[in-house]
């Protein structure tokens, strides 16, 4: 069994009904700063969202990757 690593983005909005809503996604590498505003600042200057916080996890897994039922 062999460990790979994933980089998990991990995005929280607040709406301004109050509603909290996640996103995540599978990334090959964690995002910069600057485009993580990119992404979130003209929602909140256009009153789409309220607040914000986003992170980014480096994460390990071990996961064996042998296809079963094959014969060689």
Excluded: Q
Aim: hydrophobic residues 40%; aromatic residues 12%; glycine residues 4%.
């Amino acid at each position: 069994m062999d460990f790979y690593t994933f980089f998990v983005f991990f995005s929280v909005i607040v709406t301004p009904e109050g509603e909290i809503k996640t996103f995540s996604k599978n990334v090959t590498e964690c995002p910069t700063r600057e485009i993580v505003l990119e992404l979130h600042k003209p929602r909140l200057d256009r009153g789409e969202i309220i607040d914000w916080a986003a992170t980014c996890l480096e994460t390990k897994l071990p996961l064996d990757t042998t296809v079963k039922g094959l014969k060689t």
